[in-house]
């Protein structure tokens, strides 16, 4: 299993980025999906998932309403679109590979992840 994210970079309050994840070594169409995020001096926590068929997207309240979950399974491509960035998305972003049938919203609970794309909200 791999996973490349990229995207990241140094942008200013309220505005927006999107992050892509290329997947590769496992069958990409049949796994839930997920982002997760580690900021400076704190825990990962999880952001959001999405069913291997691309439907029913679920959010952590910190970013529901401004982020968005999508995928291109032909393309092996998992996205995450930011808008009205703020300081406190700073953190380093992650891909993951969820279950054939369910996602996990605890961060440990992932076997494979990438390297991960840093994103630096400045005020």
């Known amino acids: 299993v791999q996973l490349v994210e990229s995207g990241g970079g140094l942008v200013q309050a309220g505005a927006s980025l999107r992050l892509s994840c290329a997947a590769s070594?496992?069958?990409?169409?049949?796994?839930?999906m997920a982002w997760v995020r580690q900021a400076p001096g704190k825990g990962p926590g999880w952001l959001s998932a999405?069913?291997?068929?691309?439907?029913?997207?679920s959010y952590s309240d910190p970013v529901k309403g401004r982020f968005t979950i999508s995928r291109d399974n032909a393309k092996k491509t998992l996205y995450l679109q930011m808008n009205s960035l703020k300081p406190e998305d700073t953190a380093l972003y992650y891909c993951?590979?969820?279950?054939?049938?369910?996602?996990?919203?605890?961060?440990?609970?992932?076997?494979?992840r990438g390297q991960g794309t840093q994103v630096t909200v400045s005020s």
């Open positions: 999405l069913k291997p068929g691309g439907g029913s997207p």
């Open positions: 993951a590979q969820g279950g054939g049938l369910y996602y996990y919203t605890d961060p440990d609970d992932y076997d494979y």
């Open positions: 070594g496992f069958d990409f169409s049949a796994y839930y």
